[in-house]
């Protein structure tokens, strides 16, 4: 696997900008503002065909979009500004049949049209923020779902039976005999070591549950 460095284009210019004047940006049509996005594209994209030229079998392009209630841009925006930039760094890949991963933390049920007619194939995004039934009737069949398992509740505050309850009820809503999903889980400090161990066994435990 090879890829862009996380938060590689919007915040990117975020990082540049700041938030807040970022968005002032877009909603004021700033001029100035498609130059420096073309900046930000063309040293992405050097990076792309370096990849490329390795010969990796998965481009991933992490980028944060969400935050716990809706998206960190307007869809509007996201079209007008990232979408059309995120497509022209992903073609490449896309031209030479390598599949595309993508990661966004946060809710981003507002975006998910737009990245997969982007060209995601593989997409990594939060449980319960998304919600699994949205997941499983939106995305389930039409794309890897790559399940980055709660952090925030339930593994952290929850009893080892609801880590396995949730784990559980996530592969057989959201997985199939055919495939289609994969689970990550992003150990933070202070989890009670019992939690820990739930997880890595219920990870364990319905691994074969279509078996």
Not at 42 to 52: E, P
Not at 69 to 84: A, D, N, R, T, V
Not at 131 to 145: H, M, T, Y
Request: proline share 5%; hydrophobic share 40%.
């Amino acid at each position: 696997m090879g890829g862009l460095r996380h938060g590689h284009t919007f915040l990117q210019l975020c990082d540049i900008r700041g938030y807040q004047d970022l968005l002032f940006d877009m909603m004021d049509e700033e001029p100035r503002l498609w130059e420096l996005i073309q900046l930000v594209e063309d040293f992405n994209m050097g990076i792309v065909r370096h990849y490329l030229d390795c010969g990796v079998d998965v481009m991933t392009y992490a980028e944060d979009l969400g935050m716990q209630i809706g998206p960190m841009l307007s869809p509007e925006q996201f079209q007008k500004y990232i979408k059309p930039s995120y497509q022209r760094l992903m073609q490449p890949a896309r031209d030479q049949g390598i599949p595309i991963h993508m990661h966004s933390d946060g809710d981003i049920r507002t975006l998910v049209d737009d990245l997969i007619d982007g060209g995601v194939e593989i997409l990594n995004l939060q449980d319960l923020v998304n919600g699994i039934d949205w997941i499983k009737e939106k995305l389930a069949g039409k794309v890897c779902v790559d399940l980055d398992i709660d952090r925030q509740r339930i593994t952290r505050f929850g009893t080892p039976k609801e880590i396995d309850r949730l784990i559980r009820r996530e592969v057989a809503s959201i997985g199939s005999p055919q495939g289609g999903l994969t689970m990550i889980y992003g150990l933070s400090p202070g989890l009670p070591l019992e939690n820990v161990k739930a997880v890595m066994d219920a990870m364990e435990k319905y691994m074969g549950y279509f078996d």
